[in-house]
């Protein structure tokens, strides 16, 4: 089997261009959508979601601190199995929780209805938000906006402004290029009889590329299954700094309010993995020229 995939395997490990994608229903496909799910509930590992326990920090630091307070409407983009959305609606916060993964999305309103917890979960793309003024706070965690390329982060940040209600705050957090380099895919290949990928038989080959000059790093990996069928699955990540991601956020209608090394209040000091921010929505010239 091996050496008739060569042919296959080789013509997909060159360094693609940047943001090229791979396989399109990643967080649908029946097995790995479950094995993500998995991940994301495992307690020994940071994968997929962060442990429970900086979780319930993030959210007891955001309703201190005030950011996020009893009463107001909050978007969790990106909100998975519900692990964020179940402990700000126990907070007393009016929660809808978006993402992609049906598989997700299915496990987090059967939890809500067994925890009793009034919270609205919708399974869909980030990009296909419509909403106007409607939340005081939209929350993405776990560097969810990293994950894509200038042009639709900037659409994503304008369907977010939109969302929000007049000064309401934009909290997410965004890794570095410190994190990239210690944590980066390194390039290796392994057989397995059923893991993460596959149930059954497959081979994985997984390749890291750098893309310096543009701040972003690939993982990739390629999965040849026993039946010959090769497919690559891509996961980019563009990381920032404090100025850069600033200035994004002041170009697409948003003053930083409040940064942290973690979303869970961790003081801020250069150098670090992780930046979270506080972004408060100002109005943008053109919504100001309409008025």
């Known amino acids: 089997m091996l050496h008739n995939l060569f042919p296959s395997i080789f013509s997909q490990t060159s360094k693609p261009p940047l943001f090229e994608p791979g396989e399109l229903q990643f967080w649908n496909d029946p097995h790995i959508s479950k094995s993500m799910l998995e991940a994301h509930l495992d307690q020994t590992h940071d994968r997929a979601s962060r442990r429970t326990a900086e979780i319930e920090k993030t959210v007891s630091h955001l309703t201190y601190s005030g950011f996020l307070k009893t009463g107001d409407r909050v978007l969790d983009l990106g909100c998975g199995p519900g692990l964020y959305s179940s402990r700000l609606c126990l907070e007393g916060v009016r929660v809808t929780g978006i993402d992609i993964s049906r598989r997700s ?9 067994k925890e009793g917890l009034d919270i609205d979960y919708i399974c869909a793309d980030f990009f296909s938000i419509e909403y106007e003024e409607t939340f005081d706070a939209v929350l993405q965690a776990y560097g969810e906006i990293c994950t894509f390329s200038d042009e639709k982060r900037n659409i994503l940040l304008s369907l977010i402004h939109r969302a929000l209600k007049d000064r309401g705050f934009f909290i ?3 890794s570095t290029r410190m994190l990239r380099m210690r944590e980066g895919l390194q390039n290796r290949w392994y057989a397995s009889e059923g893991g993460f990928w596959r149930p059954g038989r497959h081979l994985v080959l997984e390749e890291g590329f750098d893309y310096p000059e543009n701040n972003t790093w690939l993982n990739q990996y390629i999965v040849a299954d026993d039946d010959g069928t090769v497919k690559t699955y891509r996961l980019w990540l563009h990381d920032y700094s404090l100025e850069t991601i600033s200035k994004i956020l002041e170009k697409n209608g948003f003053k930083v309010e409040q940064v942290w090394n973690s979303l869970s209040g961790e003081s801020y000091r250069e150098g ?3 930046i ?7 109005q943008t010239d053109k919504e100001m020229n309409w008025k």
Not at 108 to 113: F, G, I, L, V
Not at 276 to 282: E, G, I, L
């Open 272 to 274: 670090g993995d992780w």
């Open 172 to 174: 997410f957090d965004v």
């Open 276 to 282: 979270a921010v506080a972004a408060r929505k100002v």
């Open 105 to 113: 999305i299915d496990y987090a309103r059967t939890q809500a209805e």
